[in-house]
């Protein structure tokens, strides 16, 4: 081997590492926020069943179930697998108090989030459903009696709302749990599913 | 046999070879990936005086790649849950980082929203244990001035109105978030001027 030879074998080499390393790269960025969502959903998954309610504990030093989470918010989580229904979520709504409801899939995505200002006559009434449970409930539809009910496509089955409620002042807070407590989280069973 | 042996070494070495280029190239992707997951910020973070945060948006499907890598290494991504839009302040207006032993003052517009909050924390996402216990306020609880204006005070000494105990850490960022506010749509632009400065003051 000359020199010549001996520099393009090096330059091979190094060109190979670094395909090597660009590829491990771009997997890694790729799945990595699916692996913390999906631990994240795991531990969720934990503490309530499909189509009930958990009240996740005040943030407190030392002590919160998220990172970041806002000490002034009190939050609760109803998981959800439309393989077993839909989801029905009811709440109601005293006019001037923050809810929010956020629904999320098992990897992370955030498909639909939603305030109290989102809410007719001081209701809230969302049904959570797949491509097909929906076709379902729309053949089942009134047209002289249109349904109250918003209606979400889940773009994944398993997944779970987050419901937060703000207590403005501290002395509120227990009243913020009871609010963030209080919306009704149910499996919706469907004729023919 | 021993043919054989001489045969297969010439394999032997290629195949050491390949094994610690492959190796070399998963370390090196792993190490650059750690690097730009801890450091960054993404490309879709929106920057404003001190303060950092990311479209609303942030979890969807159509966000890059790297900004959801590095929102689900930090947490972060929890600052745009239930209708919030966050930012957070790792220093202060002139770009210094805070430094848990000075006093800072942030005062200033925030944008319209109907309730906003700002908590204390700690680079990780922690709230910062303090003798008060209390880590954060809300735009409700604010004593204001009478055209409305706020001051809010961080210091590890007691101040009078709105004050905020740093608390015996070495480090710390702020973050404010708001609630059911226009900020909310993609497209909102977010003027400087509109968010409040973060001043320091004396230092001991």
Sequence with gaps: MNRVDRLLVVLLWTVSVLVVAGITHIAAILFYPKTVSLERF????????????APLPF?????????????????SICPFDLSRGGLRLHADVEAGRLLTLSFHTSDGEIFYSMSDRGAQQGKIDVVVLTPSQLELVQADDDEDNPSPDLRLIAPANAGFVIISALAPHPSEKGEARYRAQSVACSIERLAGS | MKSLIVRLVPFAAVLAKFALAGTLGIVLGLTITFAVVSRGQGFAAIRAGPWTGWPRNEAAADIDPYTRAILARSGRAALNESEAVGFFAKGDSTGSEFDPACEYTIKGE??????????LFTPEGG?????????????????????????????????????????????????????DSELGSPAAAIDTAHMPAVIRGDCR
């Design chain 1, 42 to 53: 795991s531990q969720i998954s934990k503490l309530a069943e499909p189509g009930q309610i």
């Design chain 1, 59 to 75: 943030a407190e030093p030392g002590e919160q179930p998220l990172p970041f989470a806002d000490p002034a918010v009190a939050q």
């Design chain 2, 110 to 119: 925030v944008p319209a929203a109907r309730y906003w909050t700002l908590t």
């Design chain 2, 127 to 179: 709230l910062v244990s303090n003798q008060t216990g209390r880590q954060g306020l809300t735009s409700n609880e604010l004593l204001r001035a009478s055209d409305g204006g706020f001051e809010i005070i961080l210091s590890r000494k007691a101040r009078a109105g709105n004050w905020l105990q740093i608390g015996d850490l070495p480090r710390f960022i702020i973050v404010l978030r708001f609630y």
